[in-house]
């Protein structure tokens, strides 16, 4: 695979590659655009953050909501892990078993055809999401911020991609694998800087393209914003469709229902478990299943899609929830989450290298180490059992040079600047025992539960 250049991973940001120098005759050599995208996410999400200082006098995103999606757009990565994207694989295997004519991979005309039938198939993607409760609990993790900045773009479902390829199968009938790769690649890059409010309205261009403009009304709980513009980088759909809004009240971001958490996993799954609940409820098997295959408000009585006389009233002075918690617990969620960031970047950048026992044991460290600051940022009983948990895997993970456990990295400098720093971890994690058990973690308990 061949790296994009600096300037053409910026321009792939933004749609701006040309066929020319984005055409590949087999799916090996496309470029890996959204994971080589990640110092312009992080360089644009620093840019926001500075102009909306500049602009406003203070911060567009908060520490605990910030980190909560991103470490949503770790998690839903980490199945790449193991597998190749479901998207590309179940695309691939209907290629090169049904596919009924083959349209030149080295065309302009392939392409933009390629273009347009992504975005028309990511439409219904996303409109299913929205109108089918079991799809919709996946998407919802996407939805269930109630800030609306670069951040939220990362905010991404673990469980959505294991659906989502069934509605691109159509264009393997025709069009190349390795243009597919690119342009499923490019779609999902595009709608990374539409989630802004510091970019009010682009002219002309808001009667074609999908922009902050509109898609600030796809996130909002406010009744004329919600199940609106679901278009990835054309806004035509919606148009063509019927499912378009123009941004009018003063838009109120987040799911009709706030969850008002940050942990992760509770982020990514309770909406499945509020489905099981709900469906037990009811005692015929029609009703069972229309609650799974109906849209998320459906009552016995009511239409497929349910109504919205239930939700909340959105009075334009919602507050977001943003816990009050102490700078000593930030500082230590803030070191915390860089250090298992880095440890993210090396098993992405790495695990070719790794043994799938090396790759299990980084992710899982990953995973309990999102959850325990989880855990930390809503101030539940529960982030003891995790940082003591995360405590001992780092104490045998990586703490210990004699441990027949290591996931140790063979890149001696490198290699040995991170084991420094998780020993700093482990130490930290020792601190914060002592530290909880004689301030604020352990007052007022009954917060917690």
């Avoid at 922009?211 to 148009?239: A, E, F, Q, S």
């Avoid at 037990?280 to 459906?298: D, E, V």
């Avoid at 959105?314 to 230590?332: A, C, F, I, R």
């Avoid at 025992?433 to 539960?449: A, E, K, P, Q, V």
Wanted: aromatic share 16%; proline share 4%.
């Amino acid at each position: 695979q061949k790296s994009p250049g600096l300037q053409q991973g910026f321009r792939s940001m933004f749609f701006m590659l040309t066929p020319n120098e984005s055409s590949f005759q087999k799916v090996e050599a496309v470029p890996q655009y959204v994971e080589q995208a990640t110092p312009f996410f992080i360089g644009l999400m620093v840019l926001e953050l500075l102009v909306g200082v500049l602009k406003t006098g203070g911060s567009v995103v908060t520490i605990s909501d910030g980190l909560t999606s991103i470490s949503a757009g770790m998690v839903s990565r980490l199945p790449m892990l193991l597998m190749r994207g479901c998207e590309l694989s179940a695309y691939m295997y209907v290629w090169d078993h049904y596919h009924l004519v083959e349209l030149p991979w080295d065309s302009a005309w392939t392409w933009w055809l390629t273009f347009l039938g992504v975005d028309f198939c990511y439409y219904w993607v996303h409109r299913f999401a929205h109108e089918v409760a079991v799809l919709w609990a996946a998407h919802q993790v996407h939805h269930s911020s109630e800030y609306y900045n670069l951040t939220t773009a990362l905010r991404q479902s673990l469980t959505q991609q294991f659906t989502s390829w069934i509605f691109y199968m159509p264009l393997a009938l025709a069009l190349p694998p390795s243009i597919f790769a690119v342009h499923i690649q490019l779609n999902l890059l595009y709608q990374f800087w539409i989630h802004t409010e510091l970019i009010r309205d682009l002219g002309p261009l808001e009667l074609i393209f999908n922009t902050p403009k509109h898609h600030r009304v796809h996130h909002g709980r406010n009744l004329y914003c919600i199940d609106k513009n679901y278009g990835g980088i054309l806004i035509i759909w919606d148009r063509i469709f019927g499912t378009f809004a123009s941004e009018t009240d003063k838009v109120i971001y987040g799911l009709v229902f706030p969850i008002r958490r940050f942990e992760i996993l509770h982020v990514q799954f309770h909406y499945y478990l509020y489905l099981w609940k709900k469906s037990k409820i009811y005692k015929t098997i029609i009703h069972k299943l229309a609650t799974f295959f109906n849209g998320p408000s459906w009552k016995p009585g009511k239409s497929r899609l349910g109504d919205h006389d239930d939700n909340p009233k959105v009075t334009g002075k919602e507050v977001p929830h943003d816990p009050s918690w102490s700078m000593p617990l930030q500082v230590y969620v803030v070191i915390h989450f860089l250090l298992v960031l880095g440890t993210y970047h090396e098993l992405i950048e790495n695990k070719m290298m790794l043994s799938q026992l090396t790759v299990l044991g980084m992710t899982c460290y990953i995973l309990l180490t999102l959850t325990s600051l989880g855990f930390i940022i809503d101030q539940r009983y529960k982030a003891f059992r995790g940082v003591i948990c995360r405590y001992f895997i780092l104490k045998f993970s990586h703490c210990k040079p004699t441990s027949q456990v290591s996931f140790h990295v063979s890149m001696p400098a490198r290699s040995l600047l991170w084991r420094l720093l998780m020993s700093f971890s482990c130490l930290s994690s020792e601190s914060v025992f002592s530290w909880m058990d004689s301030n604020s973690i352990t007052l007022d308990c009954s917060r917690w539960f």
